[in-house]
């Protein structure tokens, strides 16, 4: 047992909202127990999240809290972190509010290197609004808008945020529950825009549907398809099959956005004689 | 020697410099025809008063991080025209019911849709007010002229901030690209108002009631503060989070639409001019109102018994102010706006049958005339 990690929920909220074998509750634990391990001070972390049942954990952690829009809490964010930079700024998301409707803020926001911290609880569908097809649900999975199969190919999320120009991304899923909080620890301390893919059973709309029969089964199924980033490299495509990487697939340094404004702010005030 | 506190202002630069001058430290934005100076200046400007320019990626991500960096203790504000005004909807509503105090600026251009991007209209008085969706009051304040977007920027920003709650500034493309001589405040003069902070250390319930004048309104701590505080856009407690409880509920939605309905007379401005003995009455406001007036005073000049109500407050609609005016005998009450006649729907609405309200109306960019609004008159007499 680690540290007691009460201190940073805010008990009394509980019972969560989250179905029984719900993934969420163990991605807001790795999040929870990253923070502690790296000691931040509770009373400059703020939380924000968008719409959809991941971005209802805010209300459940005892920080400055955000719960926004649907989509746009990466939006939220932005303006919090430059109003204030020496907070630390985790966004916490969903694979459908992240990558639908809240794509261009995601690409954005890597784009330009803002030190958000970004954790995408991705079960591959809408679980709030009982189980549609999300921008990441698998080819030939079913969702309730998805009654034949998907047809629309999914967004590989971290190749999308690399693509983007993200500086630190990474994956993991919850039965690598101490790999996923090492990433996010990783992440939080990454200075610059980061991304955490972290795959989240919900059993209740997307197992249910896809032949698995409860949280077990999909853990299991994390387990037998994760692989690491180097095995994956070395795999030859044709024995890929249905699995995929886990890992840190990028952390490289580039200038961050606040530390960059904070110069034109500077060069600003020099040039008027302000300072 | 004194420095001279005379400047020649555009509108939209006007703007920026009266919210600057109320405190605002934060502005995002994005490109749109005729309110981009607005951005452009506040990204020369902001920077050389400490502050944070950014244009975001869209409209709406814009009205997204004013209401971020509001919650992190910076004024902010927003500008945009008729499409992005749409766009921003639902995060305006969002201010509203998380009660975030920002500012969001529309100068308005002609619609419906992209409508003609360059030209001036006043078709959003009615979107300004019902845009959202869900019940919710909204301070919109309208200026004429460009000093007056200075001090009403101002106004905007202190109304915002005492009642923590988003307010809308209506310009129209022609004020916003007006040049016209602004005298600025002297230091002294300027009147600045900041959102109250809860006390230090104390148990802080974010949207729970207090006692006394204002107590309608709960201090907002800034996030960073210490309070560790959760905001969210659905139904809340006091305490600021999630309830399904129609009790609990209930008193949070009518306390954010009776903390401005309440205080209307005070919201509530306007410029009167020979209204008191009236028997004819043009009721304008914005860009359009400038014409109304000089068609009111030629028509005095020649003896006819016309005054008018031009409206800086739109909403909450001064409707007392109306029916003041409309207690007396008024055989018509004239409305020139540029838009198809939606603030002579609301004269109407208050003047319940007691005179005739006629429309002087255009909506494809061309302006009001004085010649339009005396010929109303003469047609009345
Ligand atoms: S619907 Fe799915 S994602 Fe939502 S709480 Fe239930 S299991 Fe979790």
Redesign the interface.
Known sequence: MGSDLTKYLRVEKLPHIWCAGCGHGIVTQAIVRAIDELGLDPAKVTIVSGIGCSSRAPGYMNFDTLHTTHGRAIAFATGVKLARPELKVIVITGDGDAAAIGGNHLIHAARRNIDLTVVCYNNSIYGMTSGQYSPVTPLGSFASTAPYGMVERPFDLCELVMGAGGTFVARSTTYHARHLTNVIKQAIQHKGFSFVDALSQCPTYFGRRNNMKDALAMLNWYKENAVSRDDWAKMPPAERGSKFPIGVFRDEEAPEYCETYRKVIEKAMEEVGAK | MEESRSRLYQGNEACVEGAIAAGM??F?GYPITPSTEIAELCS?RL??????F?Q???E???M???????????K?MTATSGPGFSLKQ??IG?AAEAEIPCVIVNVQRVGPSTGMPTSPAQGDLMQARWGRHGDQEIVVLSPAYVDEVYSLTIEAFNIAEELRTPVILLMDEVVGHLREKVTLPKPGDLVIKDRKKPVPGSRYLPYAPGEGEDGDVPPLA?????????????THGPDG??TNSPSVGEPQIKRINSKISSRREKLCKAEELFTEDADILVVSFGSSARSAKKAVKDLRAVGVKVGLLRLITLWPFPEHVIQRIAAGKLKAVIVPEMNLGQLAREVRRCLDGRAPVIGVNRVAGKLIEPADVIRAVQEVK
């Open positions: 430290r934060f995002a020369v920077p050389q008063v400490g502050g944070t950014i975001m990626e869209d709406i991500a814009s997204a991080a004013v209401c971020g960096a509001s919650l992190a203790g910076l902010a639902e995060n969002f800034a996030f960073g503060d210490g309070f560790r505080f959760h905001v969210t856009g659905l989070f999630p």
